[in-house]
């Protein structure tokens, strides 16, 4: 005898289900079986009361039919579907059989959605499966929509629960990482303030340790910069400045030798000037004067050494050397003189006072570097080529540029130039060749 595969605890059904498991098992004895099988479905479905039939409505559960695998009604909790007839699925849904074991699917009936749950009933008897029949579950959009709400209802306390979560930590964390970044915001506070000395001080070794190291560092290089912008922002032109500021570790403040061109200008007559005209007359004649040789020095790249009075130094090759610092030069002296014809003629014809310029340049190796003492320093170059520069400029009558023989070997394949007559300066044995510029050979270079 076979070992019976399941047991229940009402003894008829058990006897019942027993007796088919136990029946041999012949090629024509599958139908006895299957009919064995089918009364166990029915005496048990039939056991539902009518108010279990409610109760699947409330549930959502429409309709449930239990279907033998001869395609006939075996039970249903609906009236309209009567025992013995031939079950209808609904219009274009799919049929389960022993290797589908579960379908949902969705149909429409009246104008409104159910759902269709087919679940075959499969047994297995001597190792074989036998397709018993199929139940299908008629179910309303309700409990479909319950499903829905009851895992939205999850999901928004899961998400609740872990957005308190997240503010408890937010709050632990807040408490933790306060000082330090408070500290941080009064120093960034300070910077904007433009007091580059504030440092904090490191307490963690994190993170915010590594962002407060950091904030230090930039403090420090904006305190530098801010130095180096003071110390040349009123000497060179912002081109020279911008490299100065994002390249500091080019200039070297030290005495160096350097080769350089210098050039000095000087406004003749000033001192009988100062007689004749009320000081401030004299001050607004100067600056105008002077603000015009600033523009073209700037121009030109040039470093504005220093106003001496009415006198103009200054310097090309300093902080940064180019290869036509020379031709830079004598450019910016040749403008001079031009612009400063322009200017007197505008003057006259306002009947004001005009100036004549004298202008020297020339070039050679210098000492460039910080010059001074502590307490006062200056950016300047010194040296016996500097000292040639100015002795020109002393002798150069007013409207001429008087360029050295150096200066001249470096440009006169750009520039023509008419050769003086030598002359003896002082701290010099021989006659100093000069030269004046006349016009400009090579128009390509531009400022």
Request: charged residues 30%; hydrophobic residues 40%.
């Amino acid at each position: 005898a076979k070992e019976a595969i399941f047991a229940k605890d009402d003894l008829t059904l058990t006897i019942l289900v027993n007796q088919a498991i136990q029946t041999p098992m012949r090629p024509d004895s599958a139908p006895d079986v299957l009919k064995i099988l089918r009364e166990i479905i029915m005496s048990e479905f039939l056991k539902i009361e009518e108010k279990e039939a409610e109760s699947f409505k409330n549930e959502g559960i429409l309709e449930a039919v239990i279907v033998g695998n001869d395609g006939k009604i075996m039970a249903s909790s609906s009236r309209e579907k009567r025992i013995g007839e031939t079950y209808f699925m609904p219009a274009g849904l799919e049929d389960v059989n022993e290797k589908r074991d579960f379908l949902v699917q969705e149909f429409e009936q009246k104008g409104k959605k159910y759902f269709d749950v087919a679940v075959p009933m499969v047994e297995t008897i001597s190792g074989r499966n036998i397709f018993v029949g199929k139940v299908h579950l008629k179910m309303s959009q309700s409990i479909i929509d319950r499903i829905v709400t009851t895992a939205a209802v999850k999901l928004v306390l899961i998400t609740l629960l872990a957005l308190i979560t997240g503010i408890i930590l937010s709050v632990m964390l807040v408490n933790f990482l306060v000082k330090p970044i408070g500290f941080l915001v009064k120093g960034v506070r300070a910077i904007g303030e433009g007091k580059y000395d504030v440092q904090i001080k490191i307490h963690t070794r994190d993170e915010l340790g590594e962002l407060t190291d950091a904030f230090n560092a930039t403090a420090k290089s904006l305190k530098e910069k801010e130095l180096l912008k003071g110390a040349f922002s009123t000497y060179v032109s912002n081109s020279v400045m911008e490299q100065v500021l994002n390249d500091p570790d080019k200039l070297k403040l030290h005495g160096t030798r350097v080769k350089a061109t210098m050039l000095f200008t000087d406004i003749r007559g000033f001192t009988s000037m100062s007689e004749d005209l009320q000081p401030e007359d004299v001050v607004s004649v100067i600056n105008e004067y002077l603000t015009l040789q600033t523009d073209k020095v700037f121009k030109w790249s040039g470093l504005l050494d220093k106003f001496v009075g009415d006198c103009v130094m200054a310097v090309y090759g300093v902080p940064f050397p180019k290869d036509d610092d020379a031709y830079r030069a004598v450019r910016t002296g040749m403008d001079i003189r031009e612009g400063v014809e322009r200017l007197n003629a505008i003057r006259k014809r306002r009947d004001q006072i005009t100036v004549g310029i004298g202008i020297g340049i020339n070039t050679g190796e210098v000492v460039s570097g910080n010059m001074g003492s502590p307490q006062k320093m200056d950016y300047t170059v010194i040296g016996d080529n500097v000292n040639l520069a100015a002795r020109l400029e002393a002798n150069a009558p007013a409207g001429s540029v008087w360029v050295s023989e150096s200066t001249y070997k470096e440009t006169y394949d750009r520039i023509e130039y008419e050769e003086l007559e030598s002359i003896m300066v002082k701290g010099k044995k021989d006659p100093v060749r000069i030269f004046s510029p006349i016009k400009i050979k090579d128009t390509e270079l531009k400022p």
